[in-house]
């Protein structure tokens, strides 16, 4: 009852920039953490950036400085700007919801690639 649609990956060079959207949509009343990951073959999915209800955000080491979450709640979206991209930065990056109780919402996954 709850979908997530993701938007904006694609290919971009070095130093270069995107900005990935997710919207919300279906029964959902209230405001709920909101998380973008990443995932790279072989690899576990790995957090990148949280933002709580609240608005509070967190950030995996490796993007503080360049990457910025943020939500539009009239809008049920999250977006992750991402500034600066290095080709570490390849991988594909899914939105979470999560709702009580323990109740998690995902995206479908949408393809960074960073390259030359």
């Known amino acids: 009852q709850v979908h997530l649609v993701e938007s904006g990956g694609g290919l971009v060079q070095p130093g270069g920039s995107l900005r990935l959207s997710c919207a919300a949509s279906g029964s959902i009343n209230g405001l709920y953490p909101m998380a973008w990951y990443r995932q790279t073959p072989g690899n576990q999915r790995e957090v990148v950036a949280e933002?709580?209800?609240?608005?509070?955000?967190n950030y995996v080491d490796s993007v503080k400085g360049r990457f910025t979450i943020s939500r539009d709640n009239a809008k049920n979206t999250v977006y992750l700007q991402m500034n600066s991209l290095k080709p570490e930065d390849t991988a594909v990056y899914f939105c979470?919801?999560?709702?009580?109780?323990?109740?998690?919402?995902w995206g479908q996954g949408t393809q960074v690639t960073v390259s030359s």
């Open positions: 933002i709580g209800s609240r608005g509070k955000t």
């Open positions: 979470r919801l999560t709702i009580p109780l323990n109740q998690y919402y």
